[in-house]
């Protein structure tokens, strides 16, 4: 009796060996792809709301220099660089963190100053996350002079 080597049923086993490690493969990648996914997607909206808050201290800034008889007091300042930032900052939650706004009066060569400096901790998809729960809060901030018109 002699034997002879069947071929498609060795292409079979081949085929099925290859698509059982093709999945074993997509498994070990995949974590590693949604991790750099979610990273450059929070990185991206740090970059934004970061550019929104400088935006937003610049306007309380400007709003507050501007010669007009009252000046602004500082809690208008405020104001204006909250309703600045609540509808652009984006933010994945039920309660958003709220900007911290802090102002400083001052001067530059004789000339008077105002500083707006805003702060905001960061949530974001999950790198903002991680970093609260490191007890290391993501926190953006952004400053603004200008010299009183």
Known sequence: MTW??????????????????????????????????????????????????????????????VARKPLLTDEQIRQVVRQYAQGALVSFGANPPQPSVIIQKGSLGGDPTLQVTVSYTFEGLGLGSLFQSLGRPWVLQASTVMVYE
């Open 4 to 65: 002879f080597p069947d071929p498609a049923g060795q292409a079979r086993k081949t085929q099925a060996l290859q698509r059982g490690a093709a999945a074993v493969e997509f498994a070990l990648i995949l974590p590693i792809l949604l991790a750099l996914l979610v990273g450059g997607i929070d990185v991206s909206l740090a970059l934004y709301d970061k550019s929104v808050i400088t935006n937003a201290s610049r306007e309380g800034a400007r709003a507050g220099i």
